[in-house]
Structures are given as C-alpha cells and as structure tokens.
C-alpha cells in the first residue's frame, strides 16, 4: 500500500515539478499554460476521488490495482506526446489515477488502527509519498545522464518501467481486502455539527497553498534565486525525504496534543514557509523547502486522523472524499494564477506571496474548527458534513 501511494501520489503528481523548466521551455511555451496543465492534473485528482468513493461494491484492494495500471497509462501519455493537448490528457489522467488509489487506501488504514494510533498509522502511510518525491530527483538525474540535458520524456518513461515492477508486485502480492463495514445509525443518534465547514475553507486554503508552492518550486529557484537544475532537484528531494517524516511526526504529536492545534500550526508555518521563498535568499530557501515537506505530508495526515475522530472509521472514506472537493477546488485554481502572476511580473516573488496568504487565512479558519479531543474522550463520531 505504502508502495502504491508513493507511485501514485508522489511520482506521478509530483514529477510536472522538477521538468517543469524544460517542458514550459521545449512544448509549453509560457507558464500560463503550464499552471493550466498542472490545474487538469489535479483536477483528475478530484474526479477519482469522486469515482473511487462510489465504487463501494468493489475491494479497496482491487481499487488500488486499477489505479497504479492507470498512473502507467498517464505516464506513457506524457512520455510520448507530440503536443499539449496530449499532455493535458496525460495530467488528467495522472490525476485521476491518484485519486482512486489515494481513497482505496485510506479504509485498508482505518479498519486496523485504534483511534488512539490513527495518527501515527497515517503518518506512515503518508511516509510513502514523501519517497515517492524523493525518488524523482533519481528518475531525473539517471535520464539527464543516459540521454542527455533536458530529457523530460525520459523522464516518463523511466518512472512507466518503475510503475510496472510496482503494478507486477500488488498482483502478486496484495491479498484481497474488503472495506471497513458501515455501521448503522443507533436510534438515539442525533448528527451534530461540529465545524466541518471550516475544514472545508481550512483545506481548500491548503490547495491552494500546496499547489502554489510545490508547482513552481524547481522553476522558481532556479530563474529567481540562480540555483543550477542540480541545486533545485536537491531542495526537491530533501522536501521529499522531510515528507517521509513530516506525516509520522505530526501525526504522532497530533496523538499527544490533539488535531486542531497542530493543523492551525501547520497553517501558519506554511505560510512563513512561502514568503521565505518569495523574500529571502541561499540557505533560507532550502531550509524551507525541507521545512515544507515536514508540514506538507503532516498536515494532510492530521486531516485524515481529525476527520476520523469526527466521522468514525466507518464512514470516513466517503467523507474524506467529500471534504477532498475543497482541495481539489483549491489546487485546480492555485497554478492557473501563479503560473500568470510568473508571467506578468516576470519572477515567482508574487506567486510566493499569494501562496503565503492564503496559507495564513487557511490558518485562522482552522482555530474555529471544533476540539477534536472532546470527541475522542466522548467517544461522539456521529456528524453532519456541514
């Protein structure tokens, strides 16, 4: 499972980043077009979300297979595309991809850790897309060295061989796994509203955010800030391997101390992560680019655990894909309009900036969010999405 969400999740969404540069360079032509390339791949992102929460009747397991044959499809798409609309095609499909295995995975979780643990189990399931980022500085630096400068294709193409050992071990491997059962409504249970609006304002900020910052990072470090492509696969690579952290470790701590502060933290944090980028120069721009792959795979680990807290493991993955809309909203808006404040401003300081406050509105929208302490110690996990 960890294996197929890091293909799926973190090589195939993540890769448009690091070729960035060289595809905008070569077919693209401006980063208008790029944000609108990286607003389809997400958008497919959104769409099988949708598609997987419907599909109750098939195994999440089976989900999972489908999924990663899927991500093989989009790869080749984008391996071997003579021109945009092709590529269009290839993100969309990526993104749809992703989507299907990110909710299959997310019961297989839920039905075998304790609410007491469900932090730290989706941290490590977290851990997997953190070396699925990692991984990619590899896939690029092998295809620069094999086929010379700006070999984006080969790039695709590298990760479709890595895609198909990964697809040849879930179906030799994965053993069938049925979803968590629904439990059904006991008489005297009232739904209640606890705030799930502002997790939906909270995490649409949060794609915006994420789409802004981890979009244009390579393209933004290397013409802003003078890194060379090495320089900026490297700060890459590292907010991959800090992703591999970030999930166990807020996710832990969230155990501790509870969902909401660390969400409202993570916020704010991204926020000063984002302005670092736009204003400040060498060291400070890597560190927080590490500092961001803590957050990043942190903070979407503690939605998961928050909206389990309040919806209970039964029914969370029809609501995570209900509250998985606000971010892929979110990150289907944000790249569209950095990619033409890149344009028109002639740097990322502006893309940056925009990043940076909407993390912070994001952050003052999760202290309205109810204590999901409260609910642990009451045991209440019957609500309303609203």
């Known amino acids: 499972m960890t294996a197929a969400a890091g293909l799926a999740q973190g090589v195939s969404r993540m890769t448009f980043a690091f070729v960035l540069p060289d595809m905008t360079e070569q077919v ?24 997987s929460a419907t599909l109750t009747h098939i195994r999440p397991t089976s989900q999972v297979k489908a999924g990663v044959g899927l991500t093989l499809l989009g790869f080749a798409l984008m391996a071997l595309s003579p021109t945009v609309w092709l590529l269009f095609v290839g993100m969309l499909t990526l993104g749809m991809a992703s989507g ?4 299959a995975v997310i019961p297989v979780v839920a039905a075998h850790a304790p609410s007491r643990r469900r932090g730290l189990a ?7 897309v953190g070396a699925g980022i990692a991984s990619i500085g590899l896939f690029v630096r092998a295809a620069d060295s094999w086929f010379g400068p700006s070999s984006w294709r080969e790039t695709w193409l590298l990760e479709l061989a890595f895609g198909g050992i990964v697809l040849l071990l879930l179906v030799l491997l994965l053993e069938p796994v049925a979803g968590v ?14 705030g799930i609006h502002w997790l939906f304002v909270c995490y649409t900020c949060f794609g915006v955010s994420h789409a802004l910052f981890t979009h244009f990072l390579v393209a933004a470090l290397r013409e802003d800030a003078g890194f060379t492509l090495a320089e900026s696969i490297n700060v890459y690579s590292l907010l991959g391997l800090a992703n591999i952290v970030g999930g166990l470790l807020l996710g832990r ?17 991204i926020s000063a992560c984002a302005s670092t980028i736009a204003l400040a120069h060498g060291a400070l721009l ?16 503690v939605v998961i655990a928050y909206l389990g807290d309040v919806v209970g493991p039964d029914r969370l993955p029809g609501a995570y894909a209900a509250i998985t809309v606000a971010i892929g909203v979110g990150q289907m808006v944000g790249p569209p309009i950095g990619g033409a404040l890149a344009d028109v401003s002639g ?35 019957t609500t309303a999405l609203g």
């Open 28 to 51: 693209l032509g401006t980063y208008s077009v790029a944000g609108f390339l990286g607003a389809a791949n997400l958008g497919g992102y959104l769409i099988g979300v949708l598609v």
């Open 100 to 103: 299907i295995v990110w909710i």
């Open 122 to 128: 989706y941290g490590l399931m977290m851990s997997g």
């Open 181 to 194: 059962p629904r439990r059904p409504r006991r008489t005297g249970d009232r739904p209640r509203r606890l």
């Open 253 to 269: 701590l969230s155990d501790r101390v509870g969902r909401r502060p660390i969400l409202v933290g993570a916020m704010f944090a």
């Open 286 to 301: 890597t560190s927080s680019g590490v500092f961001y792959g803590l957050l990043m795979s942190g903070f979407s680990t």
């Open 347 to 381: 740097s990322f300081e502006s893309t940056y900036l925009l990043c940076g406050l909407v993390a912070a509105v994001g952050g003052i929208a999760a202290t309205r969010m109810a204590d999901d302490r409260t609910l642990r110690r009451t045991g209440s996990s």
